[in-house]
């Protein structure tokens, strides 16, 4: 069982940065992925297991980066400029079978998901 333990949410203004953490079990790709009321999850960000290729969704390009530590088992999503639509709950999400330097954009493409962590952008 992978388990994903997330942290670093919080409150913050329009224009701030915040920054979350997924602790893994395993060497996995990664993506981050977040939810707001009453829409659907939508990808965020991907990684690699291996190269720490990414990719983003075009909503936060530029804004956003993700990165691993693969010592500590660990992803990061660094967050810039928040915007008020930018408040969600972002997911972590593991993918345990993947090619190498491929990162995912579907919910559908992991397998194992953390608990969440709200993140609310206040003007």
């Known amino acids: 069982q992978v388990q994903l333990v997330e942290s670093g949410g919080g409150v913050v203004q329009t224009g701030g940065s915040l920054r979350l953490s997924c602790a893994a079990s395993g060497f996995y790709a990664m993506g981050w992925f977040r939810q707001a009321p009453g829409k659907e999850r939508e990808f965020v960000a991907g990684?690699?297991?291996?190269?720490?290729?990414?990719g983003y969704d075009d909503s936060v390009k530029g804004r956003f980066t993700m990165s691993r530590d693969n010592a500590r088992k660990t992803v990061f999503l660094e967050m810039n400029s928040l915007k008020d639509e930018d408040t969600a709950v972002y997911y972590c999400?593991?993918?345990?079978?993947?090619?190498?330097?491929?990162?995912?954009?579907?919910?559908?493409?992991?397998?194992?998901w953390g608990q969440g962590t709200q993140v609310t952008v206040s003007s």
């Open positions: 999400a593991a993918r345990i079978i993947s090619t190498p330097n491929s990162y995912y954009t579907r919910a559908s493409d992991y397998n194992f």
């Open positions: 990684i690699s297991w291996n190269s720490g290729r990414t």
